[in-house]
């Protein structure tokens, strides 16, 4: 059972960073991709950007996020990052990270992911 735990969440003013931290526990952590995904109020969750398994590995983002977020990893520490820079009202949300050993789980299937974690709380506003 993977267990994921985000942080790095809370109020910034819109143009802000922030970095969010997850933290997975699982023992082959190298061998899985990760993910970032957000719920806003009212909204489904939608996928915000995926990194391929090694370190420095090949990402994808959503439309929306291009050019502002970056997603990272260390597998030397089970942890996946999400850098935020240039922070919208839009971008508020729950945020939430994930991983499979299938990339295209992560990329087409995210939903169908039974376990989730808690998320970390965004907020942009002045």
């Known amino acids: 059972q993977v267990q994921l735990v985000e942080s790095g969440g809370g109020l910034v003013q819109p143009g802000g960073s922030l970095r969010l931290s997850c933290v997975v526990s699982v023992s082959t952590f190298s061998t899985y991709h990760a993910g970032w995904y957000r719920q806003a109020p009212g909204k489904q969750r939608e996928k915000v950007a995926t990194?391929?398994?090694?370190?420095?590995?090949?990402?994808t983002y959503a439309e929306s996020v291009k050019g502002r977020f970056t997603i990272s990893r260390d597998n030397s520490k089970n942890s996946v990052y999400l850098q935020m820079d240039g922070l919208k009202p839009e971008d508020t949300a729950v945020y939430y990270c994930?991983?499979?050993?299938?990339?295209?789980?992560?990329?087409?299937?995210?939903?169908?992911?039974?376990?989730w974690g808690q998320g970390t709380q965004v907020t942009v506003s002045s």
């Open positions: 994930n991983v499979d050993p299938t990339l295209h789980t992560l990329l087409e299937e995210w939903k169908s992911i039974p376990s």
């Open positions: 990194i391929t398994r090694r370190s420095g590995g090949s990402t």
